[in-house]
């Protein structure tokens, strides 16, 4: 990892102080946050070379839940962080993919991972808010319907 000693004003140090976690960011963390993650000015130009934004985009992930309705468009996603306090949302869009922090994932775990900043199982730790239930729990329920109907 690269280190560069960098000068800041004090207008823009107190612009970061606010938008940090307290005894939690670095100035790095806050910077890496406002310009690189979902929904932020450098992420969305980078989102729009990306090829899951285009017109014709495939089915995501929770298509097959929404099709035997286990979930439905605009239902919501919810983790929770308790240690933290924080709770993060998301919701399910009408082709399957999960949309959150203002951009659309076709799979469940980056969806997660945009919004705690760690690899995470989202599969295990979204719950559809509507049911109480994860999203694993009701994928085996779908899993269950599958093999009934055969």
Partial sequence: MRTH????DHEVYVFLQEHARPFEDSVNDVLRRLLLEPGNIASQEQRSKSPDDTAQRRLGDLMPLIELS??????????EQPRKGIIQR?????DGWVRAKDQDFSKVSPALKACVGHEINGWRNWTHRTSG?????????LRRMQD???
Avoid: F
């Avoid at 000693?5 to 800041?8: A, G, H, L, P, T």
């Avoid at 286990?70 to 983790?79: A, I, N, P, R, T």
């Fill in 5 to 8: 000693e960098v000068y800041i």
């Fill in 148 to 150: 009934g109907s055969r």
């Fill in 70 to 79: 286990l979930l439905q468009s605009g239902d919501e996603l919810v983790h």
């Fill in 90 to 94: 998301a919701t399910v869009t009408e």
């Fill in 133 to 141: 239930r994860s999203l694993q729990e009701l994928r085996e329920e």
